[in-house]
T-cell receptor, first 111, second 114 residues
Framework: GQNIDQPTEMTATEGAIVQINCTYQ??????LFWYQQHAGEAPTFLSY??LDGLEEKGRFSSFLSRSKGYSYLLLKELQMKDSASYLC????????????WGLGTSLAVNP | GAVVSQHPSRVICKSGTSVKIECRSL??????MFWYRQFPKQSLMLMAT?????????EQGVEKDKFLINHASLTLSTLTVTSAHPEDSSFYIC??????????FGPGTRLTVT
């Protein structure tokens, strides 16, 4: 079956670093995505990994290990506006290459 | 990245009526659009994949006669919720996929059925 696991909730302090983990078990794999979603809004794209390793983009970095079925999203220098839900999604390798979504991690950044 | 719009952003309708939601790709010709539904504090649930010029592909458990999808052009897909009921109240989001494989989401439509 298809399964994506990520923690339900996390809290962190402004200015700190937080790592959000995602493990997946899917029948196919054609890339892993991280999205940010604020309450009442649609998701916005953060990062995409298809090869093993770390992708850095400003304060956000994403890591992938395909052999371990594991990814993490690293957020540095946390700001209050980073309080949001972070969604991990795996793209399958079928014809439609649809995304399989995790349930999301709700991150609360405290002052 | 692609710019995606949805209309309306919010709609309230009475039980038994039908509601049409439009999804437009403003700067990109999208051969494939996706329709999602999201209930409060839950993740996105893919409802269907909309292919331009052909019938949509519905996910298991999604009634194709209740959720009508029309993808008549490369920039417009519509989702019609027919005979809406209160349990259809949800956040409906469309997305388009570009040639690089990235998906961009519309701002979503909040449907409330009374």
């Amino acid at each position: 079956g298809q399964n994506i696991d990520q923690p339900t909730e996390m809290t962190a302090t402004e200015g700190a670093i937080v790592q959000i983990n995602c493990t997946y078990q899917t029948s196919g794999f054609n890339g892993l995505f991280w999205y940010q979603q604020h309450a009442g809004e649609a998701p916005t794209f953060l990062s995409y990994n298809v090869l093993d390793g770390l992708e850095e983009k400003g304060r956000f970095s994403s890591f992938l290990s395909r052999s371990k079925g594991y990814s993490y999203l690293l957020l540095k220098e946390l700001q209050m506006k980073d309080s949001a839900s972070y969604l991990c999604a795996v793209r399958d390798d079928g014809n439609n290459r649809k995304l399989i979504w995790g349930l999301g991690t709700s991150l609360a950044v405290n002052p | 990245g692609a710019v995606v719009s949805q209309h309306p952003s919010r709609v309230i309708c009475k039980s038994g009526t039908s509601v049409k939601i439009e999804c437009r790709s403003l700067d990109f010709q999208a051969t494939t659009m996706f329709w999602y539904r999201q209930f409060p504090k839950q993740s996105l649930m893919l409802m269907a994949t909309s292919n331009e010029g052909s019938k949509a592909t519905y996910e298991q458990g999604v009634e194709k006669d209740k959720f009508l999808i029309n993808h008549a052009s490369l920039t417009l897909s519509t989702l019609t919720v027919t005979s809406a009921h209160p349990e259809d109240s949800s956040f409906y989001i469309c997305s388009v996929r570009d040639r690089g494989g990235e998906q961009y989401f519309g701002p979503g439509t909040r449907l409330t059925v009374t």
